[in-house]
């Protein structure tokens, strides 16, 4: 890692943790997005730790287990090298159906689990995956501040929580980060809860920074995703969405041509200019994926690229709505 990266590292909220502002989010690691391969799985975590990434962000939910399992394989011999997330409270149904769990005594018990599933003593934040309307946030904020209190969890963080939420929860135990989708396409919500955070001194984890792959000029169809991935659910993806939102790409294309980068560097460079709060996780299952998004950390945006950016693809330019429709009710809480 150069010096100049090494100088960009930023602190998750109060706490005493820091990493570089691009990490991993290792969710389509679980065939979330397509078929995935274990081998190759740990062969991309090694290849991301190799290149200096110190911030692996994963969850109980992805793959049922599957993905703590491997992110811990991947890292057991190098646990000092990085910063590891994880999440809990989104549970699978027998349906197949998600629902939310923020029960202290769930709490408790899914932390443990995940420590189990993961090797590990202790986790660096342990994040809320989604806020459970039926319990009140000081009781499940609670359970996780005794997990602090136990040395099992570093520091703790929220996920797709409002502002009244963040504040509440962040009364009881300082809250170190929020996490929701932030990208160029998909960033309203996001911008209205960043006042508070800010206010409050909390980072802000941004995950689907390329909008779910769109912002990687991939040359997608809405039937060129294949069967058995996740984002055929998503109404980015449908035809008449698709093709709005990949003219605001082409444009992200020229601009990024000019700028002498590809258009993923482009779109994260921009994430990372809207502030030192920010941290992005891209996941990827390939490799040269993993070394472009990782190197939008040298790309450096004109305050000037910066808004003529912002300007063409505005808040609430993102065709389709961020999630399915029953999952939409979790957001924002």
Same mark, same amino acid.
């Given at each position: ?17 820091? %990493?570089?502002?691009? #990490? ?36 109980? @939910? ?13 890292? !057991? ?24 769990? #923020?029960?202290?005594?769930? @709490?408790?018990?899914?932390? +443990? ?29 609670? !359970?996780? &501040? ?12 929220? #996920? ?28 309203? +919500? ?44 998503? &109404?980015?993806? &449908? ?9 605001? %790409? ?48 040298? %790309? ?5 690229? %910066? ?11 993102? &065709?389709? +709505? ?12």
């Amino acid at each position: 890692m150069s010096n100049r990266e090494e100088s960009k590292r930023r602190k998750l909220g109060r706490s005493a943790i820091d %990493v570089l502002p691009i #990490g991993l989010g290792c969710m389509s690691l679980s065939g979330v997005y397509g078929a995935a391969d274990d081998e190759a799985g740990i062969e991309l975590i090694h290849h991301a730790l190799d290149l200096g990434v110190d911030f692996l962000d994963t969850a109980d @939910v992805y793959g049922g287990g599957h993905n703590e399992r491997l992110v811990g394989q991947a890292i !057991a011999n190098r646990r000092d090298e990085l910063v590891l997330a994880t999440k809990f409270g989104h549970v699978r149904q027998d349906d197949g159906s998600v629902a939310v769990d #923020g029960r202290p005594e769930y @709490v408790i018990a899914a932390c +443990d689990a995940s420590l189990k599933r993961l090797g590990v003593d202790a986790i660096d934040i342990y994040f809320q995956h989604r806020v459970d309307r039926n319990v009140p946030i000081e009781e499940t904020v609670g !359970a996780m &501040a005794s997990l602090v209190a136990q040395g099992k969890v570093r520091a703790i963080g929220l #996920g797709e929580a409002g502002p009244d939420t963040i504040r509440r929860a962040h009364r009881e135990h300082p809250i170190a980060a929020v996490q929701s989708e932030y990208s160029l396409l998909y960033r309203a +919500d996001a911008e209205a809860v960043l006042a508070t955070t800010r206010e409050l001194d909390i980072s802000f984890v941004a995950y689907a920074p390329l909008g779910r792959s769109l912002l990687t000029s991939q040359a997608y169809t809405a039937a060129s995703i294949e069967e058995g991935d996740q984002r055929k659910r998503f &109404a980015r993806f &449908a035809s008449d969405n698709l093709a709005r939102n990949l003219e605001l %790409v082409a444009w992200l294309d020229a601009k990024a041509a000019a700028a002498g980068c590809t258009t993923p560097q482009l779109a994260l460079a921009w994430l990372l200019a809207q502030g030192d709060d920010i941290i992005v996780i891209p996941g990827t299952k390939k490799i040269s994926r993993l070394e472009e998004n990782f190197g939008a950390l040298n %790309v450096d945006l004109t305050a000037e690229d %910066v808004a003529a950016i912002s300007a063409a693809v505005p808040p609430g330019a993102g &065709a389709g +709505d961020r999630y399915p429709e029953a999952m939409m009710k979790n957001l924002n809480l």
